[in-house]
């Protein structure tokens, strides 16, 4: 087996791709590491593609995937996750601003300090106030939801032990949010170590101000998903019986004083002339919806394939 995979997703990389294949070659071999180099070209539109076939030639250890388009970093690292097959998984961004020169350590505390996870904390930042402010609220968050304590939970830097990232399930902008998923998985031993961070050599940043807020929408979904998705039911259904006998209560409330009324010749009037009455109607209506909702939802959880699937073009292995 393998020491190392090491997991590299990319878009419109092409002009650092060789010094970062040069640079990990290098680390590895001074530290007599077996590893592998695992690309994944996330429909690039520049020339990485063609770089990483050259690349492939002169290191034997280069792995490389290349989607038919651009489905996002997560979709990226899932793939990659696929293929590795290392004792430890290390991944990186490609663009020169994670170092080398961190793995033998972030190895070391995988193997010898027994951690599950270890996540790269950017201590000191080489980025705009626009993207460092907004990354300390968005990070402030996820360790209130989520209750992992770490400083960077979106460091492209980060060692796992291979099980972890097995069980790993990524799409939209859920590659934010691995720490939280090892925790809920079950992997618990998650640390942290700061990291130097590079000022870009090359290109320009491939995210915007938008991720901020898809990324808070996922933390929602993921929270959502990890307490409910093995179980709609206990909430729709819980929500639909909750909704169904207020619905009903008030409707037997409006008949008892109709009833009462009658019985000793008080002044009264229908059911159906008292505007709550058509309230509670609409709650015994959504109370019928929602359960069923979970009721389906339940079929479809028991019936569904969890596989994801991406459009490779073509791969180098």
């Known amino acids: 087996m393998l020491q190392l995979s090491i997991v590299v997703p990319l878009y419109n990389e092409a002009e650092s791709l060789p010094e970062l294949c040069s640079w990990i070659d290098r680390v590895m071999k001074e530290n007599a590491f077996s590893y592998e180099m ?4 996330d429909g690039s539109n520049d020339n990485s593609w063609e770089i990483l076939k050259q690349l492939s030639t002169q290191y034997s250890t280069i792995v490389a995937i290349s989607f038919a388009r651009n489905y996002g970093k997560s979709a990226a690292l899932h793939e990659g996750f696929s293929k590795a097959s290392g004792q430890v998984v290390i991944t990186m961004d490609a663009d020169l601003q994670d170092s080398p020169d961190e793995i033998p350590e972030l190895y070391r505390l995988i193997t010898e300090e027994n951690y599950d996870l270890i996540s790269g904390w950017k201590q000191k930042r080489f980025d705009p106030i ?5 990354t300390k609220l968005y990070n402030a968050a996820t360790r209130k939801l989520s209750g992992v304590h770490l400083h960077d939970f979106n460091c492209g830097l980060k060692a796992y032990k291979i099980e972890v990232v097995k069980t790993l399930r990524l799409y939209g902008e859920m590659h934010r949010y691995i720490p939280v998923q090892a925790k809920w998985n079950g992997f618990t031993k998650i640390g942290e170590k700061v990291v130097q961070h590079q000022a870009r050599k090359y290109g320009v940043t491939k995210f915007g101000l938008e991720r901020f807020l898809y990324g808070f929408l996922d933390l929602l979904s993921i929270s959502f998903v990890q307490i409910f998705g093995k179980r ?5 259904g819980s929500l639909g019986i909750l909704s169904f006998l207020t619905g009903s209560g008030l409707t037997i409330y409006l008949m008892a004083v109709k009833i009462y009324n009658i019985a000793y010749n008080l002044k009264y009037r229908n059911v159906t002339d008292n505007p709550l009455f058509f309230l509670a109607l609409v709650a015994i209506i959504l109370g019928v919806q929602l359960f069923l909702a979970g009721f ?11 596989t ?9 292995s």
Do not use: A, R
């Not at 695992?38 to 070209?41: E, K």
């Not at 389906?296 to 969890?306: A, V």
């Open 232 to 236: 709609p039911m206990h909430l729709f």
């Open 38 to 41: 695992i690309f994944v070209n």
């Open 130 to 134: 626009s993207k460092t402010i907004p």
């Open 308 to 316: 994801t699937n991406y459009q490779i073009k073509e791969e180098i």
């Open 296 to 306: 389906i939802g339940e079929l479809l959880i028991t019936n569904s394939d969890k």
